[in-house]
């Protein structure tokens, strides 16, 4: 790819970032919304308002989750792109993370995008960290180099016969899955999208989109959850 165009997406993929964080507005409803029941999203860091207005945009009032209590309920939960390093150290201090692992083993509804998907894995490496372990893919952090990149790719998915818009940003790569675990979609020969019974992660971020057709499907895993 040259370098102008590779430019020109990357511009492309920080308006898109840009115009969703300014129209994204945190809602403190009930998450009940659509027949999907109650849907949280983690509200810690990165762009979990992005999350919340595709939520809405779907019916959905989410539950911005930043403390034990606010895991009660839930059928579903949507862990947000960002750093996961910083995720995973105050999801610990607040004592989020037996609550998720607890959601996740009932059944819950779980879709992490980017850093989502590495808090999810099995295991992590580049470097290697702590992680969930709820989910059995093993990924590669910064995989496709440590630099401010973003791209803006479409790709087809198992979901529709259309392509799908992927917002790259300094993505994770998925090296392997296991037995149980289904691709959705792939680009340039990894797995971009894989779900696992009631477990969904995306290495791009959906929510950076106009498309609601990644969020319908975790919904619907959550209609499955309650």
């Known amino acids: 790819m ?15 970032k840009s115009a969703a964080r300014m129209t994204a507005r945190p809602s403190n ?10 849907i949280g999203v983690l509200a810690i860091q990165g762009d979990y308002e992005a999350h ?8 959905v009032h989410p539950v911005y989750v ?5 895991l009660e309920g839930l059928r579903g939960l949507i862990l947000p792109g960002g750093e996961s390093t910083t995720h995973l150290k105050v999801a610990r201090e607040e004592g989020l993370l037996p609550g998720i692992k607890r959601l996740a083993k009932n059944g819950g509804a779980l879709f992490g995008t980017c850093a989502g998907a590495i808090m999810m894995a099995r295991e992590v490496h580049g470097p290697k960290q702590e992680s969930l372990g709820l989910m059995d893919i093993s990924v590669l952090r910064n995989g496709y180099g440590r630099q401010l990149a973003s791209d803006v790719e479409s790709a ?6 259309e392509p799908v818009e992927m917002v790259f940003i300094r993505a994770p790569v998925i090296e392997s899955t296991g037995k149980n675990v289904k691709v959705l979609a792939e680009f340039e020969g990894h ?4 779900e696992e019974g009631n477990l969904m992660a995306t290495t791009f971020h959906p929510e950076l989109t106009d498309d609601t057709t990644i969020h ?3 919904l619907e895993k959550t209609r499955k959850s309650g």
């Open 2 to 16: 040259s370098k102008a165009k590779t430019k020109k997406k990357r511009a492309a993929a920080d308006e898109v």
């Open 29 to 38: 409803g009930n998450g009940n919304g659509g027949g999907y029941g109650k």
């Open 52 to 59: 919340g207005k595709m939520l809405e945009r779907l019916g």
């Open 66 to 70: 930043r403390s034990a209590g606010d």
């Open 156 to 161: 087809p998915t198992a979901l529709r016969d």
């Open 191 to 194: 797995p971009v999208m894989v």
């Open 216 to 218: 319908e499907r975790f």
